[in-house]
């Protein structure tokens, strides 16, 4: 397969996890015969610093131009930390996804057997904890319209959802709940918001169409905190753009480390795969940090386009980086491995002959088998 990535580093310790990824990607395009082309581009600070603009024109061009985009991270202290500026690195990474259509994110919680003493849960609240959220992403308060008072003293933020954006969500939420536990748990807080109560009806009428899907309610409140007590009742949660938001960063925590979580954004025919982290600014440059949630997003791009052998070659290759103690130092602080040990750790045993068959064999022969 021929696929062209747009590959967007973007900030802090974007370019450093998102080098890891690219290194396992063509690992992939190696050993199955692939062919994968990565083009550049800006985006976030990095992107406002060389065009004054957080999305320039070229990089939106060419993202709409690829079969899908490979995003590292975004932001940075000297605009997080100015409430005055009126150009931030996040409004790219928002216009993108409109830009793009992608109104699904799709981030997948799951406990590592192997790391499961490394989460700060207790270990019996956490077993067999296996969901993913669903998360609308191109509308909500996040997208509505912005007010703030001539003195500063008032602000609003307009929150409004229609049938349509919910609906074409809750369809892609059914489906894989259909090819999951067939358990779908809408968050919202229809006790007190109208734009929560108009999602409770349409997922509501749209789940009697999936009969085989059992459909279950929590307020936002509540599924925070079930979160945290029983994390492996859930299997699909679907939810507004600003709860899931919050709820997925909080179902890092189960895992024992952001640096863990991969995500994939979605639209009709756009496709972005990045890390739920931020750009960790403290620990950039210092080799630190933890690439396997950009290295899964990977993954994640794989199956998207239904190269599933090739998708599970990758999490093979991190669960035996895992197993091994091949990790960061947010997993082990012992550890002297550092985000290009690991990402070349995972990229050099994606070809492993133990692993699964269909590899390159002439290659393999030949010490060839993988890119590092």
Not at 57 to 73: H, I, P, Y
Not at 296 to 308: E, I, K, N, P, V
């Amino acid at each position: 397969m021929k696929l062209k990535i747009a590959l967007l580093p973007g900030d802090g310790i974007g370019p450093e996890v998102a080098a890891q990824a690219v290194a396992c990607l063509q690992a992939v395009e190696e050993a199955f015969g692939h062919q994968f082309e990565f083009t550049k581009a800006p985006v976030g600070a990095i992107a406002i610093d060389q065009t004054g603009n957080p999305l320039p024109d070229d990089t939106l061009e060419l993202c709409k131009q690829s079969d899908a985009v490979l995003f590292g991270a975004i932001g940075d202290p000297k605009y997080d930390n100015d409430p005055e500026s009126k150009v931030r690195p996040e409004q790219g990474l928002l216009r993108l996804r409109k830009e793009l259509g992608l109104f699904s994110n799709i981030r997948p919680v799951k406990v590592f057997p192997t790391l499961i003493d490394k989460s700060p849960l207790r270990k019996e609240r956490i077993e067999n904890t296996d969901f993913v959220i669903y998360r609308e992403l191109t509308g909500g308060i996040y997208f509505g319209e912005k007010f703030l008072s001539e003195d500063g003293n008032t602000a609003s933020d307009l929150c409004i959802y229609s049938e349509e954006e919910i609906s074409r969500i809750a369809h892609l939420a059914f489906k894989a709940a259909k090819g999951r536990r067939k358990k779908l748990t809408l968050v919202d807080k229809a006790n007190v918001l109208e734009s929560s109560r108009l999602w409770r009806r349409v997922v509501t009428r749209i789940g009697e169409s999936y009969p085989d899907v059992e459909l279950h309610y929590l307020f936002v409140d509540n599924a925070a905190m079930q979160m945290i007590l029983n994390p492996s009742q859930f299997d699909v949660i679907l939810t507004e753009n600003m709860f899931g938001d919050i709820l997925s960063d909080e179902g890092s925590v189960i895992g024992g480390s952001i640096g863990l979580l991969p995500s994939a954004s979605v639209g009709e025919s756009s496709a972005m795969f990045e890390p739920i982290h931020g750009s960790y600014p403290q620990a950039t440059g210092k080799n630190i940090a933890n690439p396997i949630a950009s290295i899964l997003s990977a993954a994640m791009l794989l199956d998207h386009f239904g190269l599933d052998e090739e998708a599970a070659a990758v999490v093979r290759s991190v669960n035996k980086a895992l197993k091994k103690g091949m990790v960061t130092p947010d997993l082990d602080p012992k550890s002297k491995h550092g985000t290009d040990d690991v990402g070349q750790f995972i990229a050099g045993h994606i070809s492993d002959s133990d692993d699964f068959k269909g590899l390159n064999q002439e290659n393999i022969g030949l010490g060839k088998s993988t890119i590092i």
